[in-house]
């Protein structure tokens, strides 16, 4: 216990660059999914190649991989960025076809009725998507979309090699100075993503029944 105490303010710093870490990636992937969603959809062949080729690439390319890109070639490249901005970047392009896919299933369940009776009234697709469509199938997805967040919450370690000093890199550096205290910062790194990853799982559970009710 004297290692977390006396390390306390190491631990809320890797806290910190783990929850910015998902905050900012989480939101960029929710806003990219969306647009390759909407891409899926569309009534464009070279659009939806383009969302399709996207989506399987980023979805079976191991997240080391995509993090060494960003972190490793871009600079090789010319990339000035730093490389909390590259981990957040690969976060990202790595989570967004995840958001994607979970969104394609909850528009493949909105009733084919919607859209046509959108199109009998004039909308375009942009308007049948944003006004009839995505609404319906973001209250069908909120389960698969925090689980999406929670592995998120958990991905944000891969960042931890690749100079970002997040949660499990100070886990790592604590653990090798205090060998005999192990168990015990291993033990207080998994209470620091439980007090994430827990109020994400009520909260989904929550909105679920509240969105449930509305439809």
Same mark, same amino acid.
């Given at each position: 216990?004297?290692?977390?105490?006396?390390?306390?303010?190491?631990?809320?710093?890797?806290?910190?660059?783990?929850?910015?870490?998902?905050?900012?990636?989480?939101?960029?992937?929710?806003?990219?999914?969306?647009?390759?969603?909407?891409?899926?959809?569309?009534?464009?062949?070279?659009?939806?190649?383009?969302?399709?080729?996207?989506?399987?690439? &980023?979805?079976?390319?191991?997240? *080391? =991989?995509?993090?060494?890109? @960003? %972190? $490793? +070639? &871009?600079?090789?490249?010319?990339? *000035? =960025?730093?490389?909390?901005? @590259? %981990? $957040? +970047?690969?976060?990202?392009?790595?989570?967004?076809?995840?958001?994607?896919?979970?969104?394609?299933?909850?528009?493949?369940?909105?009733?084919?009725?919607?859209?046509?009776?959108?199109?009998?009234?004039?909308?375009?697709?942009?308007?049948?998507?944003?006004?009839?469509?995505?609404?319906?199938?973001?209250?069908?997805?909120?389960?698969?979309?925090?689980?999406?967040?929670?592995?998120?919450?958990?991905?944000?370690?891969?960042?931890?090699?690749?100079?970002?000093?997040?949660?499990?890199?100070?886990?790592?550096?604590?653990?090798?100075?205090?060998?005999?205290?192990?168990?015990?910062?291993?033990?207080?790194?998994?209470?620091?993503?439980?007090?994430?990853?827990?109020?994400?799982?009520?909260?989904?559970?929550?909105?679920?029944?509240?969105?449930?009710?509305?439809?």
């Amino acid at each position: 216990m004297n290692a977390i105490i006396e390390n306390l303010p190491r631990f809320l710093d890797g806290f910190g660059m783990t929850l910015l870490l998902l905050v900012v990636s989480g939101t960029g992937a929710l806003v990219l999914g969306t647009v390759v969603a909407a891409m899926r959809i569309a009534p464009v062949p070279s659009l939806n190649g383009f969302a399709a080729f996207y989506t399987e690439t &980023l979805r079976n390319t191991p997240l *080391t =991989l995509v993090l060494f890109f @960003c %972190a $490793i +070639i &871009l600079p090789y490249l010319g990339s *000035t =960025l730093p490389y909390l901005a @590259c %981990a $957040i +970047i690969g976060l990202t392009l790595y989570t967004s076809p995840f958001v994607a896919e979970a969104l394609r299933s909850g528009i493949n369940g909105v009733p084919v009725g919607q859209a046509e009776a959108a199109r009998s009234l004039g909308l375009g697709f942009r308007q049948s998507v944003t006004l009839i469509i995505f609404p319906q199938a973001f209250r069908m997805v909120i389960p698969p979309l925090i689980n999406v967040l929670i592995a998120l919450t958990k991905n944000t370690s891969v960042a931890g090699g690749f100079f970002v000093v997040e949660l499990f890199t100070v886990a790592k550096e604590l653990s090798n100075a205090n060998g005999n205290a192990v168990i015990a910062i291993l033990l207080a790194i998994a209470a620091f993503y439980l007090v994430v990853t827990i109020p994400l799982g009520i909260l989904s559970g929550r909105l679920e029944r509240r969105l449930v009710v509305q439809r």
